[in-house]
């Protein structure tokens, strides 16, 4: 019993010695992949490679590229009340950026981006796969990094449309949903 303590013992050392020893030669990876480039560490770099923050995981006007079903009880879809609804969603977007400063082989930087996305959903119960609704962002993010740490500030408009037809299949009170926001 004595042996098994001091062989786990040693091979817990052993353990904790090749991680450290692995953590002082491998870089700082997020997991997202954002970071400042080595060869862009210094001075006004116009249209850099990649992005400096790290974007949230559960953010659903982040600016993305996805299609996904959706199933469910929505009474403002439905054609028969108490019936499930078939809702195709996609989204369609991107950041690029515009220039990044850097101190000179600074591991930090400060990047101001462009990004735009459109959200749609979609009654894939209709023959003609009926628009619901779009939403339109475009907006200026500016976005800073040091080592692990990310933040953003970003100025953006938002626009939101009802489908032509669920306006004529619900006429509903119009209302153009459209505002900015930092």
């Keep these: 019993m004595r042996s098994s303590v001091a062989g786990g013992l040693h091979f817990g050392l052993l ?3 090749v991680i450290a020893d692995a953590g002082g030669q491998q870089p700082f990876r997020s997991r997202c992949g954002a970071a400042v480039h080595a060869d862009e560490r210094s001075g006004v770099i116009p249209l850099p490679q990649g992005a400096l923050f790290c974007p ?3 953010d659903p006007k982040s600016e ?3 299609v996904s079903y959706l199933r469910g009880d929505f009474a403002t879809i439905a054609e028969e009340p ?3 609804t078939n809702i195709g969603a996609i989204g369609l977007g991107d950041s690029y950026g ?3 400063i850097a101190g000179s082989g600074s591991v930090s930087a400060l ?3 462009v990004m735009a996305g459109i959200f749609a959903q979609f009654n894939i119960d209709q023959p003609s ?3 619901i609704n779009a939403d339109y962002l475009v907006g200026l993010p500016l976005t800073f990094r040091t080592s692990g740490f990310s933040a953003r500030a970003r100025l953006y408009h938002q626009s939101s449309h009802l489908g032509d037809e669920f306006l004529l299949a619900r006429q509903p009170e119009r209302e ?3 505002f900015e926001s930092i």
């Design 56 to 58: 949230f995981i559960a």
């Design 98 to 100: 515009l220039f990044r």
């Design 64 to 66: 993305h590229s996805f």
């Design 129 to 131: 796969f009926d628009l």
């Design 111 to 113: 990047q101001l981006d």
């Design 176 to 178: 153009n949903v459209s």
């Design 82 to 84: 108490e019936s499930d």
């Design 15 to 17: 353990l904790i010695s």
